[in-house]
């Protein structure tokens, strides 16, 4: 069976600082990882995915995520937060072969404050 | 290209009820999958469908259950509403594979009173 761990329920960080979202996973074989962002009464917006090859994946809006396949950790960073980013933000991982069953972290709430 | 639609968006049902959800895809994807939402127990998984045929199921009682027909739009029924039932239910189309990304609809907030 496959996990994952977003260990901090809420970041707070101040606007044009870097930011860092965690995320660790658990899954046989080698992974599909994805992060998603969700806004107040909205859906979840992809934000990025890491499939095979560079382990430094760049997404939408200045986001980027680095994959460590000996730390199993699938971190979210941007270099600098802006206050547009506060969301709540979803780490996922896919199970190759395993067809769409994503299966998503608890959620880490972003706050970015002026 | 359209986004993902779900209807209705909110919806309030009474215990014992049924309800039926639906979704259309982005055009051209063939895979739908659903997805419940709640504070307690987060996202968690709830079928999905690809060519009309269910490919993955969660682990939910089988009062929830979907189909998909021939035009890739998904319906998913739940019957003999419980409390419990009340959530977000997010629908997630993606072209064809596991390392296509899934696009989620709005949702459908449902409150089961």
């Known amino acids: 069976a496959q996990s994952v761990a977003q260990p901090e329920d809420q970041v707070n960080v101040a606007e044009g600082n870097p930011l860092t979202v965690k995320c660790t996973y658990s899954?046989?074989?080698?992974?599909?990882l994805f992060w998603y962002v969700q806004y107040p009464n909205r859906g979840l917006q992809f934000l990025l995915k890491y499939i095979t090859g560079d382990n430094l994946v760049k997404g939408s809006y200045g986001f980027e995520a680095e994959f460590n396949k000996s730390q199993t950790s699938f971190h979210l960073k941007k270099p600098s937060a802006l206050v547009s980013d506060s969301a709540l933000y979803f780490c996922a991982v896919l199970r190759r072969g395993g067809g769409n069953k994503l299966t998503f972290g608890t959620g880490t709430q972003l706050k970015v404050e002026l | 290209k359209a986004g993902v639609t779900q209807t209705p968006r909110y919806l309030i049902k009474t215990r014992g009820q049924q309800v039926t959800l639906s979704c259309s895809p982005i055009s051209g994807h063939r895979s739908v999958s659903w997805y419940q939402q709640t504070p307690g127990q987060g996202l968690q998984f709830l079928f999905e469908?690809?060519?009309?045929?269910?490919?993955n199921k969660g682990n939910f009682p089988g009062r929830f259950s979907g189909r998909q027909f021939s035009n890739s739009r998904s319906e998913m029924n739940v019957s003999t509403l419980e409390l419990g039932d009340s959530a977000l239910y997010l629908c997630?189309?993606?072209?064809?594979?596991?390392?296509?990304?899934?696009?989620f609809g709005p949702g459908t907030r449902l409150l089961v009173l």
């Open positions: 997630a189309s993606s072209f064809l594979d596991s390392q296509e990304t899934q696009y």
């Open positions: 899954v046989s074989g080698n992974p599909y």
């Open positions: 469908y690809f060519s009309e045929t269910q490919r």
